[in-house]
């Protein structure tokens, strides 16, 4: 069964700390893996998109894959009260068939910074 | 430029309505989505489309009729839904089918 889990947290750390935030999926073939945040009511917002194993910077931001332990994480340093809203986990699945964007979300985790 | 745009923002509508959710992108991008979310849970892929064609159909009631007219417009017709429907609709739409997608802000339709 294909799935994507996250912890839903909440994940409370002190501004200016070093959040992390893990991602495990079960489709060994997953080939695209993406981090959406999204605030409370809004839509969700690309963060961050990783296709190969290890790390990928990008500003606060860095996405890091492992596709042996079929893991994903992303940290945030100098964390921010801005920054709290639920991040979302997203792995686009092998489709065997053909090419897919079928993205399977995780159910996300809740990210607070406290000032 | 990397937007989506949706309309409307917000939609009530009796159970008897027809309505239709417009979305549209001017980034060239192939492929587009629809997708439903309730309230604390993730968003739920409805539908995919690749050039202009239904690629994916995730076994949505016929209540929910998509329409793609052109590379750049993508519609939800509503008819007779329930309001279990009511969601947070959200379309986003892809340079491929390979890579990321981008979201609209939404349609926050209710059902009454």
């Known amino acids: 069964q294909k799935e994507v889990e996250q912890n839903s947290g909440p994940l409370s750390v002190p501004e200016g700390a070093i959040a992390s935030l893990n991602c495990t999926y079960s489709?060994?073939?997953?080939?695209?893996f993406f981090w959406y945040r999204q605030y409370s009511g809004k839509s969700p917002e690309l963060i961050m998109s990783i296709y190969s194993n290890g790390d990928k910077e990008d500003g606060r931001f860095t996405a890091q894959l492992n596709k042996a332990s079929q893991y994903v994480s992303l940290l945030i340093r100098d964390s921010q009260p801005s920054d709290s809203a639920t991040y979302l986990c997203a792995v686009n699945p092998m489709n065997y068939g053909g090419a897919t964007n079928k993205l399977i979300f995780g159910t996300g985790t809740l990210l607070a910074v406290q000032p | 430029d990397t937007e989506v745009t949706q309309t409307p923002k917000h939609l009530v509508m009796g159970m008897t309505n027809k309505k239709s959710l417009k979305c549209e992108q001017h980034m060239g991008h192939r492929a587009m989505y629809w997708y439903k979310q309730k309230a604390k849970k993730p968003p739920e892929l409805m539908f995919v489309y690749s050039y202009e064609k239904l690629s994916i159909n995730e076994s949505v009631p016929s209540r929910f009729s998509p329409e793609c007219p052109n590379s750049s417009l993508l519609n939800l017709h509503l008819h007779a839904l329930q309001p279990e429907d009511s969601a947070l609709y959200l379309c986003?739409?892809?340079?491929?089918?390979?890579?990321?997608?981008?979201f609209g802000q939404g349609t926050r339709l209710t059902v009454v």
């Open positions: 489709d060994r073939g997953s080939q695209s």
């Open positions: 986003a739409s892809s340079q491929d089918l390979y890579t990321e997608a981008f």
